[in-house]
């Protein structure tokens, strides 16, 4: 099982409408978990953090977390073409020898279109 | 504020040298992570440095390896390079404050090519 799962895609959304992305994460202590933009030949932009269950809105960016389920997602309201992208789902896992320590694993990314 | 800076942004090497990389963290922040990013395999952790010492380690060979100085600025090295090392490595920096709640924030990344 891989630490963190997304569907790869390619998901195709109209303009205007909701895009929604998925994604799973195998350790059940995480505590954080982030959702990144990448365009193609970019590195990764942070778009979102959330840390308890729940919603977490900002602008059209909404994040979902769901501890019991291992489950975060996100939505983006009003889906423009610029925000086709990559869009990567991130966990920042407990680590082997200092649970305080930074192991951001990241899923394999969810390649989304916008079509006008 | 400045952002994650690394050096160089593009190298070609040949099969069989190895390579140095450098990550300069934003200010302030003392955790570095490495990833490789290829199309295949999507984004993998390599290591995490704090404090001058590597905390997490990824399930890659020997022939990668790093290290972070006082100022927080970390190098990351591959020897005996082979074409499948051929990637695009990113750098990312976090503030770490120890709770297990920190946004790690990428550099531009390196685009190394092996030939």
């Known amino acids: 099982q891989k630490e963190v799962e997304q569907n790869s895609g390619p998901l195709s959304v109209p303009e205007g409408a909701i895009a929604s992305l998925n994604c799973t994460y195998s350790?059940?202590?995480?505590?954080?978990f982030f959702w990144y933009r990448q365009y193609s030949g970019k590195s990764p932009e942070l778009i979102m953090f959330?840390?308890?269950?729940g919603d977490k809105e900002d602008g059209r960016f909404t994040a979902q977390l769901n501890k019991a389920s291992q489950y975060v997602s996100l939505l983006i309201r009003d889906s423009q073409p610029s925000d086709s992208a990559t869009y990567l789902c991130?966990?920042?896992?407990?680590?082997?020898?200092?649970?305080?320590?930074?192991?951001?694993?990241f899923g394999s990314g969810t390649r989304l279109s916008i079509r006008p | 504020k400045a952002g994650v800076t690394q050096t160089p942004r593009y190298l070609i090497k040949t099969r069989g040298q190895q390579v140095t990389l450098s990550c300069s963290p934003i200010?302030?922040?003392?955790?570095v992570s490495w990833y490789q990013q290829t199309p295949g395999q999507g984004l993998q952790f390599l290591f995490e440095?704090?404090?001058?010492?590597?905390?997490n380690k990824g399930n890659f060979p020997g022939r990668f390896s790093g290290r972070q100085f006082s100022n927080s600025r970390s190098e990351m090295n591959v020897s005996t390079l082979e074409l499948g090392d051929s990637a695009l490595y990113l750098c990312?920096?976090?503030?770490?404050?120890?709770?297990?709640?920190?946004?790690?924030?990428f550099g531009q990344g390196t685009r190394l090519t092996v030939v």
């Open positions: 991130a966990v920042n896992m407990r680590g082997l020898l200092y649970s305080s320590a930074s192991k951001i694993i």
């Open positions: 350790d059940r202590g995480s505590q954080s």
């Open positions: 200010s302030g922040h003392r955790s």
């Open positions: 959330i840390y308890s269950n």
């Open positions: 440095y704090f404090s001058e010492t590597q905390r």
């Open positions: 990312a920096s976090s503030l770490e404050q120890g709770d297990g709640y920190t946004e790690a924030f």
